[in-house]
């Protein structure tokens, strides 16, 4: 991968709300693709990724993200989303049989009662 | 399961200083990142080791900044002298392996302050 962008620098949504955080990337080859979640004062924490397969890849707390290769997307979502899912979330690509991993910018997801 | 483990969590220095930082990765992990966090960016790969040896360390700013990572385990980054520009967070994370396949596991950073 060449470049991760992440669309949005901060999302505010209320509690319940849905969510969409996008995330595109750019690359010649094929890709594995990562959502990382950053709480605060701790470190990146793998939330999901897709390395082959499916192209919707779900992690245990409800959030769920689709590989589109045709829109080299990647947007991860979640239909109602809970405060404790305040954090920054990282979009992070990395080529297929390579061993760099380019990360995004981050999207500020912040979840209001 | 002890996680990835950094010290300081913070640090506060003037510039021209020396300033080293310190990872203890996951047990049995080979390969071990230091990455660099500027604010509002995501983390940037500074080096990479896949056991004792320095595999890919073509972001590392040699002139100033070097890392060790004696007996393929603990790692240690050092900048000297440092510089207004490196206040930043710096990222340690580790994996079983090195391909970009592979899950990171990363500490809760060092977060430097250059005055």
């Known amino acids: 991968a060449q470049s991760v962008t992440q669309l949005d620098s901060q999302v505010p949504v209320f509690e319940e709300a849905p969510v969409e955080l996008r995330c595109n990337y750019s690359s010649s080859v094929s890709v594995y693709l990562f959502w990382y979640v950053q709480y605060p004062n701790q470190g990146l924490q793998l939330l999901l990724k897709y390395l082959s397969g499916s192209t919707l890849v779900e992690s245990i707390n409800g959030f769920e993200a689709e590989f589109n290769k045709s829109q080299t997307s990647f947007h991860l979502r979640k239909p109602s989303v809970h405060i404790s899912d305040t954090a920054e979330y990282f979009c992070?690509?990395?080529?297929?049989?390579?061993?760099?991993?380019?990360f995004g910018a981050g999207t500020r997801l912040f979840v209001k009662a | 399961e002890a996680g990835v483990v950094q010290s300081p969590r913070y640090k506060i220095i003037e510039k021209k200083q020396p300033v080293a930082f310190w990872c203890n990765p996951i047990s049995g992990h080979n390969t071990l990142y230091w990455y660099l966090q500027n604010l509002g960016q995501g983390p940037e790969l500074l080096i990479r080791?896949?056991?004792?040896?320095?595999?890919?360390d073509s972001q590392l700013p040699k002139d100033r900044f070097s890392a060790e990572r004696l007996k393929g385990v603990d790692s240690t980054l050092k900048i000297q002298p440092a510089e207004l520009g490196d206040s930043a967070v710096y990222l340690c994370a580790s994996s079983l392996g090195g391909g970009a396949g592979n899950e990171q596991f990363f500490g809760p950073g060092t977060r430097l302050t250059v005055l």
């Open positions: 080791y896949e056991n004792e040896e320095a595999v890919d």
């Open positions: 992070a690509a990395g080529n297929t049989g390579g061993f760099k991993t380019i």
